[in-house]
């Protein structure tokens, strides 16, 4: 089935993108108030940061991304207690209802979700020290914060935040590497070799998404120069996503790349230009395939 397009609307409240942006989505009742610290007088002192809500602290600590994600009934007050307390965050991001119809157990069943789902991607450390305990809802109301959330995904990625995108693959683990790959997926298939041979990697091409599959092999350590996909390489490690596998590591799960070559960079555990190295099973590299299916555009 064809995803359904969604609309979504970012207000650029002093026509700057890194200013006070909101973000909507049609047909969902959520509200999105960016606020970077250099303007946290402002954006506090907006109708939605006095409503019920989550709110999430985003910036960076020892080198590393780093966030919290804290409730509250009235979300600018909490965030005023962490101005004093807390300063290693750049910008706050406010998560309520154009409305304000959340109440507490939603905003704590929606902040402990949160926490979950950041902790389970790795993107950035947080300083919660405990994944809060969900709160009692109704099957309903359950069903209706886990919509809720689905949609959040997609108002935060327009914004860049990418602390809730789990970019592993469970879900096609098995499927996905074999001889009957092509048969059951529509997507391109490719494969990485490296090491004369003793490499390689399978990845599947979904939409914008480049999987790269489980059980795919991958170099024992880096050995490019500093910079570029290291940093990547060594999150797959630290968060098991690649594992030892004798000379070699493996991909413990399925993993969505956001381009070919940071894919071929973690494999080959060096730079490297996805577009050459990936090919399918007739020879084709990546970039040729893509011409062909540029060249069969009308």
């Not at 004093?84 to 409305?99: C, F, H, P, Q």
């Not at 109440?103 to 902040?111: D, G, I, N, S, T």
């Not at 969900?134 to 108002?155: G, K, Y």
Request: net charge neutral; with cysteine.
């Amino acid at each position: 089935m064809t995803p359904q397009g969604r609309s979504l609307e970012l207000f650029f409240v002093d026509g700057r993108p890194g200013g006070l942006t909101t973000a909507e989505v049609f047909n969902w009742t959520g509200h999105v108030l960016r606020i970077p610290r250099t303007e946290i007088v402002r954006g506090l002192s907006r109708e939605q940061a006095k409503f019920t809500g989550v709110y999430l602290l985003l910036g960076e600590h020892e080198g590393r991304p780093y966030a919290y994600v804290g409730e509250g009934e009235e979300v600018a007050e909490r965030i005023r207690s962490h101005d004093a307390k807390r300063d290693w965050w750049s910008e706050a991001v406010i998560i309520t209802t154009l409305s304000n119809n959340l109440h507490k157990a939603h905003v704590k069943y929606l902040e402990a979700r949160i926490v979950e789902k950041a902790r389970a991607a790795a993107v950035s450390n947080l300083e919660n020290g405990n994944t809060p305990p969900r709160s009692s809802l109704s099957e309903a109301a359950v069903a209706n914060m886990e919509e809720f959330l689905s949609t959040l995904d997609i108002a935060l990625a327009a914004l860049g935040i990418d602390l809730m995108n789990d970019r592993r693959r469970r879900a096609v683990v098995s499927a996905a590497v074999g001889t009957t790959a092509q048969q059951m997926f529509a997507q391109p298939r490719f494969e990485c070799v490296g090491e004369k041979g003793a490499l390689r990697a399978h990845a599947l091409l979904d939409g914008e998404v480049f999987s790269v599959q489980a059980g795919s092999m991958a170099r024992s350590s880096w050995v490019g120069i500093e910079g570029g996909y290291k940093p990547l390489y060594s999150k797959l490690v630290e968060t098991g996503v690649i594992v030892n596998d004798g000379a070699s590591r493996k991909f413990a799960d399925s993993y969505a790349f956001s381009s070919p070559s940071a894919a071929a960079a973690v494999v080959l555990g060096r730079a490297a230009n996805g577009r050459l190295e990936w090919k399918m099973a007739d020879g084709r590299s990546y970039a040729e395939w893509e011409r062909e299916m540029l060249g069969a555009v009308e």
